[in-house]
């Protein structure tokens, strides 16, 4: 008999890709294309959603294409970027603007007011999240007050909201005929939109931001059957769909309350299961979905989001010319021994969790003649280590929960000096699974699980094994403790040198 094989489509903020997955785990087939990043002003990002549909439709028929008659290809599985919104006319598919990218900060004044309201205390109460930029609701009323008779359309039913996994469903599913307009309740959950215990739209939170209900597609499981893709070149049951960092959890077989994922790649996503209890976020972390099979209960995660990162390493190669390639950073990095007493706080565009001051902005503290190149490389690696910190402190204080160890994936896991100062900075373990595409391995198994390839999830954390762990050393972390005021104390800095100056002031 034929192997039975999943499809997933990695829908991310740089590119598209497909991959094909067997039985084990194992990628059997990958094709990928970039996507165009537009920034049309400062702070803004777009994606042309068009340009997306094509490339998912093209390298998913590649890689079918790719494995030919060698299995049989079952279902697919989709993980996408979050909280980028597109907004597009149900009867042609035509999107009325280019997609609104997570990283956009477009919303930041909107958000203000929104803020100031006496009822935004909802917004946490309910929707688990911080009112930030960051999620989908503010930019879709962005949407609705500029593009002309956006609103009056939503509400006729003519124009349709969602998130990357909606819009590619819809499109995969025959769009104007037919499309089928659904969201997975992950992605559902970083809308500001959804009440996180129910997983229903929320009519309150509906009222708060303007939205109207006709224009949002209906929630569904993350396991289970979504459509039929009828517009590759073999019919597929869509089985599968989570956010991304959803899916990197789901992939890396964190499915018991307390177990934990960090994706290092160009911001940093730590989610850690809490279970099928919601907790409660007062310290910066939030609450959002983790996964759902259908017809089981909801299982939630805390999440800390970082915007910064790998970023940061690409500004030193990119923006001041230090490094000719990411990887150097950490050649740079080792001709010193500390960070000779230099902290870089990488809020370009403010910071999210824990802090969610969208103002704050970037800075490089404690310069002396001292500091060299070598400093700062340093300090830039750990800048990421810091934030890991910073929102495990917050999701503890939140939870309860204790941090056995941390299983790390994404670009910036091939740098030993980095993944040491993380485990010393958390004085936790730090391992790394032989599976790299975490993303897509946790969309294919959603997908294939929900199909009968794999029989639950005890299967799937059979799959996982390790490639390299990182273990705390001894008495660093004590060390670092003693260090971490002087980090928390340049957040606090960024944070004022974004803030409005106090009246007489100049
Ligand atoms: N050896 C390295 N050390 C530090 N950062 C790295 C290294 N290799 C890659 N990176 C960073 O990782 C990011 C790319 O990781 P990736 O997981 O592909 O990100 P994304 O999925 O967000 O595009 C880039 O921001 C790059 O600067
Ligand atoms: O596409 P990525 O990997 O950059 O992930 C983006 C996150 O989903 C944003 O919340």
Redesign the pocket.
């Known amino acids: 008999m034929a192997d039975r094989y999943v499809l997933a489509v990695d829908?991310?903020?740089?590119s598209t890709r497909s991959l094909v997955f067997d039985r084990g785990g194992r990628m059997v087939a990958v094709r990928q294309r970039e996507h165009r990043q537009y920034f049309p002003r400062p702070g803004w990002v777009e994606h042309d959603p068009m340009e997306i549909w094509a490339n998912t439709r093209r390298t998913a028929a590649q890689v079918l294409a790719d494995v030919g008659g060698a299995g049989e290809v079952v279902a697919l599985g989709i993980a996408?970027?979050?909280?980028?919104t597109v907004v597009w006319e149900r009867a042609t598919g035509r999107p009325v603007l280019r997609a609104l990218v997570?990283?956009d900060t477009r919303t930041a004044e909107l958000v203000a007011e929104l803020v100031a309201r006496p009822e935004a205390p909802l917004v946490r109460e309910r929707s688990g999240m911080a009112t930030a930029g960051?999620f989908s609701g503010p930019r879709l009323r962005w949407i609705l007050e500029h593009v002309p008779r956006a609103q009056e359309r939503a509400e006729r039913g003519e124009l349709l909201f969602g998130t990357m996994e909606t819009w590619l469903i819809w499109n995969l599913t025959g769009g104007p005929d037919g499309g089928v307009h659904v969201t997975d309740v992950t992605n559902a959950s970083?809308t500001l939109l959804m009440d996180v215990r129910t997983c229903r739209w929320d009519p309150d939170l509906l009222a708060f931001f303007g939205i109207p209900a006709a224009m949002l597609p209906e929630i569904r499981p993350s396991v289970g059957v979504l459509g039929v893709a009828t517009a590759l070149p073999q019919a597929l049951p869509i089985t599968g769909a989570l956010?991304?960092?959803q899916a990197a959890l789901f992939g890396q077989a964190c499915f018991a309350p307390g177990e934990a994922k960090c994706?290092y790649?160009?911001?940093s996503?730590l989610l850690q299961n809490t279970g099928t209890e919601l907790v409660h976020t007062r310290s910066g972390s939030i609450s959002t979905v983790a996964y759902q099979l259908a017809g089981e209960p909801v299982h939630y995660a805390l999440e800390g989001?970082v915007a910064v990162t790998g970023a940061l390493v690409q500004w030193l190669r990119d923006g001041l010319g230090l490094i000719g390639s990411a990887p150097e950073v950490e050649t740079l990095a080792r001709t010193v021994d500390d960070n000779g007493g230099c902290y870089v706080v990488p809020a370009f565009s403010g910071l999210l969790a824990p802090h969610w001051r969208g103002e704050a902005r970037g800075l490089v503290a404690g310069l002396t003649s001292y500091v060299t190149k070598g400093h700062l490389a340093r300090a830039v690696l750990e800048a990421t280590g810091w934030q890991t910190r910073d929102v495990v402190q917050a999701m503890a204080a939140d939870s309860g929960l204790s941090l056995p160890a941390l299983r790390v994936d994404?670009g910036m896991t091939t740098n030993n000096l980095l993944m040491q100062f993380i485990a010393d900075v958390l004085d936790t373990p730090v391992v790394r699974p032989m599976v790299g595409e975490t993303?897509s391995l946790g969309a294919a198994y959603a997908a294939g699980l929900a199909v009968g390839i794999w029989s639950d999830v005890e299967a799937l954390r059979r799959n996982w094994h390790r490639a390299a762990q990182w273990t705390p050393s001894r008495g660093r972390a004590e060390a670092l403790d003693a260090e971490y005021p002087r980090w928390e104390r340049a957040v606090q800095l960024s944070i004022a040198w974004g803030a409005p100056p106090e009246p007489g002031v100049r």
Do not use: A, L
């Open positions: 829908q991310g903020t740089t996408n970027q979050r909280e980028t997570w990283q960051y970083r956010g991304d960092q994706t790649g160009t911001g996503f989001s994404g993303v």
